[in-house]
């Protein structure tokens, strides 16, 4: 099975290798090819998604079997979803009526789904400051999962800026990702519609 998943840049693309990794443990036999489809600071949106959507559906060597659009919430200041509900159902109104779609969005931001793996986090910035309180994927807009990661790394020891893509991997590569998705039910959701389509089990 080829899997397309359009995604919005340098942060996603870290978590691919992540992504496949976890998989790999749960679908022996059974793994999929994972096409990932960056974009520009997000995916597309209206008429160009199904554009994009049907183009990935009848064309490569193979075409894909699936396409998933894994979005933010937030995406600059566009303000165009409420949520990760409002953000599927809107992808799922552009594209239309098709089986082979699966809209996901992480709440409210991708970096939601390091702040599980706060104690790593810390470790790297060499420094000991509080992880958010209350449920990863509920830390919004106000000062995002990203601001607060920034945060932490300007005020640690390391020297180091937060780099989104660089240090997505470092967090991601120490750690479970089941652990994120027992914590992040739409990371839970998204991981749960590729292990569905390849026959797996659900987390």
Request: aromatic content about 8%.
């Amino acid at each position: 099975m080829k899997i397309a998943i359009l995604i919005e840049g340098q942060t996603e693309r870290a978590f691919v290798p992540h992504l496949r990794c976890f998989l790999e443990t749960r679908l022996a036999g059974r793994m999929p090819r994972l096409d990932a489809e960056p974009y520009d600071g997000r995916i597309p949106t209206g008429e160009r998604l199904k554009r994009e959507v049907e183009r990935l559906l009848r064309s490569g060597k193979p075409p894909a079997d699936a396409v998933i659009a894994l979005t933010d919430v937030y995406t600059g200041t566009t303000g165009e979803f409420q949520n990760a509900g409002d953000a599927k159902k809107k992808m799922r109104e552009w594209v239309g009526e098709n089986d082979k779609f699966f809209p996901h969005a992480a709440q409210y931001e991708f970096e939601a789904w390091l702040l599980p793996f706060w104690r790593t986090i810390q470790r790297l910035a060499c420094h000991n400051k509080a992880a958010p309180s209350g449920p990863p994927e509920n830390v919004d807009l106000t000062r995002p999962p990203s601001t607060r990661i920034e945060e932490i790394f300007s005020a640690g020891a390391c020297r180091n800026h937060y780099v989104k893509p660089r240090d997505a991997n470092r967090i991601l590569r120490d750690n479970d990702l089941l652990v994120a998705a027992q914590a992040c039910p739409e990371l839970r959701a998204f991981l749960n519609t590729i292990l569905r389509l390849c026959g797996g089990e659900c987390v």
